[in-house]
Nanobody, 114 residues
């Protein structure tokens, strides 16, 4: 059974930090690259960070130097450490494999506002 459960979102002021977590089922986590995606109001979902099974990471330009993706293979969990948050980072954040499966969790809402 595919499971993706995101958590850790919330309201944060500009310049603040948050750490998102995603618990994934072993069946999809173990042999796949994982990604964090986000969907802002009125916009399409976009991939913002990716981590391969060996730990190599990639980021979209808009978050480079501010976001860090990591994975705990023993716990089937992927994290997104976000710092220096901006209002433009406001979105629902999702995790999935990369490329993404057709299954999506509920996501976790991040709101950056003063």
């Amino acid at each position: 059974q595919v499971q993706l459960v995101e958590s850790g979102g919330g309201l944060v002021q500009p310049g603040g930090s948050l750490r998102l977590s995603c618990a994934a089922s072993e069946t999809i986590f173990s042999f796949n690259a994982m990604g964090w995606y986000r969907q802002a109001p009125g916009k399409e979902r976009e991939l913002v960070a990716r981590i391969g099974t060996g730990g190599i990471t990639n980021y979209v330009d808009s978050v480079k130097g501010r976001f860090t993706i990591s994975r705990d293979n023993a716990e089937n969990t992927v994290y997104l450490q976000m710092s220096s948050l901006k209002p433009d980072d406001t979105a629902v954040y999702y995790c999935n494999t990369e490329p993404a499966t057709t299954y999506w969790g509920k996501g976790t809402l991040v709101t950056v506002s003063s």
